[in-house]
């Protein structure tokens, strides 16, 4: 009785080591198949107003006592870069609430 008790648990084990290897398989198909694609301005010739700039921000933090951010924005017409910002934040100098 002993033997198919261990058998038993050998065989549950066997499954759920096979079921998570199969969640993890189409974890990895929905990531490449829901990937995320790169922002684009693209022009919409159904609208009267078109946006000529485009603006993209971002934000870093290190995991340490620096965090960095900054910005660029873009003239879609021309592709020229009018302006640039980037920052550095200390924690002892700002009040940056915790990770």
């Keep these: 009785m002993h033997r198919e008790g261990t058998n038993m648990k050998k065989n549950l084990l066997s499954t759920l080591a096979l079921w998570a290897i199969v969640a993890l398989l189409l974890l990895n198909l929905l990531v490449t198949v829901l990937e995320p694609k790169a922002a684009s301005a693209e022009k919409d010739s159904s609208l009267s107003l078109i946006g000529r700039y485009q603006i993209s921000s971002w934000a870093l933090s290190t ?36 990770n």
């Design 63 to 98: 995991g340490g006592t620096s965090h960095y951010t900054g910005y660029y924005v873009i003239d879609t017409t021309t592709g020229k870069l009018l302006n640039k910002s980037s920052e550095v934040h200390k924690q002892g100098e700002i009040d940056v609430p915790p």
